[in-house]
């Protein structure tokens, strides 16, 4: 069954460093996405990309972050300047055809800042 | 601000039992809804969608949907210890400026002791 798919699983990183989170959605979904969810909390959304651009983002996702399909089976997320509070997973997720099919979601990238 | 909100948990029940999960949601033209599954640690797991009125059926899961009273709700029957984990209900308005965006609830853990 086609899943999505997250590298790295684990990332440490030093507070002001840059990191480039990878996704490699299901292959036919048209709709990807990013959530986050620090320790404990709620899975919360960060942006949404549809046809090669941002359709919607959340007030977490100001100038630090940044999305991008560079080819046509991967989809990034960079944080440029990172910062303590930007610990936590990060999950993509992709779905197939409309914006309110199901999306599904890749293992995460848990993301450590010290 | 749009809500989506859940039983507190934590929900303890023996093998074999039903397990009732609740979710209200404040957003009335909310047009589709999901229960994930998340065990600790990792990304959320698809059980079950549901998009109108009604219940939805998929093995020993049955969906609740009622849109007159904003509820949502997941039975469990013939729990497992297998189901312990936490269970997200998710929202996706699916209109407007919140296209696609799934807003999640804080979960309620499930235990199910053999």
């Known amino acids: 069954e086609p899943e999505v798919t997250q590298t790295p699983s684990h990332q440490v990183t030093q507070m002001g460093q840059e990191v480039i989170l990878r996704c490699v959605p299901i292959?036919?979904?048209?709709?990807f996405y990013w959530y986050r969810q620090i320790l404990g909390q709620k899975v919360e959304f960060l942006v949404s990309?549809?046809?090669?651009?941002?359709?919607?983002k959340s007030e977490i996702f100001d100038d630090q972050f940044s999305v991008e399909r560079p080819d046509g089976s991967n989809f990034t997320l960079k944080i440029r300047s990172t910062k303590l509070e930007d610990s936590a997973m990060y999950f993509c997720?992709?779905?197939?055809?409309?914006?309110?099919?199901?999306?599904?979601f890749g293992p995460g990238t848990r993301l450590l800042v010290l | 601000q749009k809500e989506v909100e859940q039983n507190s948990g934590p929900l303890s029940v023996p093998e074999g039992a039903i397990a009732s999960l609740n979710c209200t949601y404040s957003?009335?033209?909310?047009?589709?809804f999901f229960w994930y599954r998340q065990y600790s640690g990792k990304s959320p797991e698809l059980i079950m969608s549901?998009?109108?009125?009604g219940d939805k059926e998929d093995g020993r899961f049955t969906a609740q949907l009622n849109k007159a009273s904003q509820y949502v709700s997941l039975l469990i029957r013939d729990s497992q210890p297998s189901d312990s984990a936490t269970y997200l209900c998710a929202v996706n308005i699916g209109r407007g400026s919140t296209l696609g965006r799934l807003y999640f609830g804080r979960g309620t853990q499930l235990t199910v002791w053999p």
């Open positions: 292959s036919n979904h048209l709709y």
């Open positions: 997720a992709s779905s197939e055809g409309t914006v309110v099919e199901t999306q599904y």
């Open positions: 549901i998009y109108s009125n």
């Open positions: 990309f549809y046809n090669n651009e941002i359709s919607e």
């Open positions: 957003d009335r033209v909310s047009q589709s």
